[in-house]
């Protein structure tokens, strides 16, 4: 059966309630769904992934509870690496080893290659070095502290990619990548003639946190896709916030392509560069007598070896993020008739349910409703500089005078305003 909105909503005007019920159920389910295949590179680590393209991330015939992340708390982070990293750089900033794992349930001395943590875990994780590490770039830092052991990890994969436009997808689209790079960020995607533009979705981030991620998520993308490329790319980056102070550690780690005061957070990269091939990064030798950091190998012995080696990675995304995949295709699509009911009608459970788990995220449905939103309406009318009918019926909007309240609401400026 095609399960197209289209399609979808013929079937709910239709006489036939109990094959539309079906058919919505497996559409909503079928959002969380990823395509991937085995490539011979990732045999060896078992890992179910490959590195030459795939659905079209949205997928369908799968069971949305099967592959969401539905509780906070729920062990999908592979922390062996990205807690590595995060002491490497908070102990040379004065930071406490005990007083960074405090809270945490993190314990040194447990941590294994296959050792899964929760959101929560790493988030905690992430307020201690906050609160502890000295320097404004410390957040910069463990962006190039996890790129620094890339090949130790199961991004070691991504050495089969064959331009960067298969490595950019992996490192922010795909979701296989994201529990050991990227656990708290994913990247909506949007694409203009000449540019692809990355706006960043946070989970489980506070406010407070908020700035301290993005730059932690932004140069971790940077230093990854450098390492990984074996040179520097081309890539511009845009900041809701004021010009900082420290200026000279944002371009030191991302680049002099800095914009400030803009409507919204973004990665963006220029089409051409996409088609660049990759050259092979060389491997370093941690065989004795090497003369690389044990740092950078992290001292693994024989056994860690093999665990890294059965590292499983799945395919998952977070709740919010469903929720927003979710969000964006209804509300481009104009189904009216989708909402939080049939949202939680696809987990099989309550409504009252769905929103306990989001709130666990610290998030609302409401809330990822006008994230979506916002972005979508800047995108539009900041970057595309669309005419307000398009821009509404690009955005399910029926009525002029509402897209006009709607885009007020969220972004503070007219639709006139955002177009300057």
């Known amino acids: 059966m095609d399960l197209t909105l289209p399609r979808l909503n013929a079937l709910r005007d239709s006489a036939d309630e109990e094959k539309a019920a079906v058919a919505q159920r497996r559409y909503l389910t079928g959002l969380s769904g990823v395509g991937v295949s085995v490539n011979d590179d990732a045999v060896g680590l078992g890992v179910g992934v ?5 659905a079209d991330g949205l997928g369908v015939g799968v069971s949305g509870s099967d592959n969401v992340v539905m509780s906070s708390q729920e062990k999908v982070i592979f922390g062996y690496w990205l807690v590595q990293a995060v002491l490497n750089v908070s102990l040379s900033r004065g930071a406490n080893k005990n007083k960074l794992l405090r809270g945490t349930g993190i ?6 290659p296959n050792t899964l943590l929760s959101i929560n875990q790493y988030s905690s994780l992430l307020v201690n070095v906050q609160n502890q590490a000295k320097g404004g770039d410390v957040s910069f830092l463990l962006g190039g502290a996890l790129a620094s052991q890339w090949l130790f990890s199961p991004l070691s994969v991504l050495k089969s990619c064959e331009d960067v436009e298969q490595l950019l997808l992996q490192l922010t689209q795909r979701h296989t990548f994201r529990w050991c790079s990227l656990p708290l960020c994913q990247f909506q995607r949007f694409e203009t003639a000449d540019h692809i533009i990355l706006v960043p979705q946070f989970t489980g981030v506070s406010s407070k946190q908020l700035q301290f991620i993005i730059e932690v998520a932004f140069a971790t ?3 990854l896709m450098k390492s990984i490329a074996n040179k520097r790319l081309r890539l511009s980056f845009t900041f ?5 102070k420290n200026i000279a550690d944002y371009e030191t780690h991302l680049g002099l392509k800095l914009s400030f005061n803009r409507p919204f957070n973004s990665i963006c990269i220029e089409k051409d560069v996409l088609r660049e091939p990759l050259e092979k990064a060389v491997q370093p030798n941690c065989s004795a007598g090497s003369q ?3 740092k950078d190998c992290f001292n693994e012995s024989t056994t860690q070896i093999k665990e890294r080696a059965s590292v499983d990675l799945h395919n998952r995304l977070s709740l919010p993020d469903f929720v927003r995949r979710y969000v964006y295709v209804s509300s481009s699509t104009q189904a009216s008739n989708i909402g939080l009911p049939e949202l939680a009608d696809a987990f099989d459970i309550s409504v009252a349910t769905l929103k306990r788990k989001l709130k666990e995220y610290g ?6 409703c006008e994230e979506v939103q916002r972005n979508h309406a800047l995108l539009l009318l900041s970057v595309h500089k669309v005419s307000n009918e398009t821009a509404a019926n690009a955005m399910g909007i029926n009525d002029l005078p509402n897209f006009r309240r709607t885009v007020k609401r969220l972004t503070g400026k007219t639709p006139s305003e955002l177009r300057i």
């Open 50 to 54: 490959s590195v030459n393209g795939g």
């Open 107 to 112: 314990f040194e001395d447990a941590l294994k």
């Open 221 to 223: 993308v940077v230093a």
């Open 240 to 244: 809701t916030g004021s010009r900082p």
């Open 292 to 294: 690389v950091s044990s």
């Open 363 to 368: 998030t609302s449905y409401r809330a990822l």
